[in-house]
């Protein structure tokens, strides 16, 4: 299993409550990328890290998400006091390096729900 | 800003049948253009891609050309199959974010038997 991983593939959740989304980027992979695909929407970026910094969280909606990558590989996206509106599936990805040239690998996401 | 605006769906065709897909962009630099698919169940997945004007990317049949002067990058199949019934988004790349990818909304695609 050589692919980028999710975990949950689904979570539902009560308006108010916190979640944590995690991501296994491909082994190797430096470079991992967070998307939020809204339903009838194409993803839009949100977080991207470079080894263990966020190099770019500019896609962020709020202050209530935030993401890590503690040790340069599985990164967790924490969402607080979640709203309605972040209903959506949340999409990680990793490549190579960070360059216009590295194809960026899909996870199969995480479909988030909240009540 | 930079966008991507794509043909909307859902397109529903007969196997064998001719597939486009429009997909035009608007940058303020020059972009890496990217057609990404999704399959039931699956991740998306890189279709193919072209980085720079008259490129042509071709994958499993398909084919898109890198054309400039129109700012379009459409998707084509001569003879789509129905295991080519999937979500297909277009995408690009640019400038000194060139890791950040821009989608298009995405179009619906089935082909029946």
């Known amino acids: 299993g050589a692919g980028v991983s999710q975990t949950p593939s689904n979570k539902v959740t009560e308006k108010g409550k916190y979640v944590e989304l995690r991501c296994d980027p491909i082994?190797?992979?430096?470079?991992l990328y967070w998307y939020r695909q809204s339903l009838g929407q194409g993803p839009e970026f949100l977080i991207y890290f470079q080894g263990t910094g966020a190099a770019d969280d500019s896609g962020l909606p709020n202050d209530r998400f935030f993401a890590v990558r503690p040790e340069g590989s599985v990164s967790t996206l924490k969402i607080q006091r979640t709203e309605r509106g972040d209903s959506a599936v949340y999409l990680c990805?990793?490549?190579?390096?960070?360059?216009?040239?590295?194809?960026?690998?899909f996870g199969p996401g995480t479909r988030l729900l909240v009540l | 800003g930079n966008s991507v605006t794509q043909m909307e769906g859902p397109v529903t065709l007969s196997e064998e049948a001719f597939l486009t897909i429009n997909c035009t962009y608007t940058?303020?630099?020059?972009?890496?253009l990217f057609w990404y698919v999704q399959y039931p169940g699956e991740g998306l997945q890189l279709l193919l891609k072209a980085t720079k004007a008259d490129d042509k990317g071709s994958n499993k049949g398909f084919e898109a050309t890198y054309r400039k002067e129109t700012t379009s990058f459409h998707l084509e199949k001569g003879s789509v199959q129905v295991s080519d019934s999937a979500v297909y988004f277009c995408?690009?790349?640019?400038?000194?974010?060139?890791?950040?990818?821009?989608f298009g909304a995405g179009t619906t695609v089935t082909v029946r038997a």
């Open positions: 990805a990793s490549s190579l390096g960070a360059t216009g040239r590295e194809t960026q690998y």
């Open positions: 940058a303020t630099g020059y972009p890496s």
């Open positions: 995408a690009l790349k640019i400038g000194s974010n060139d890791y950040k990818l821009s």
């Open positions: 082994s190797g992979h430096t470079a």
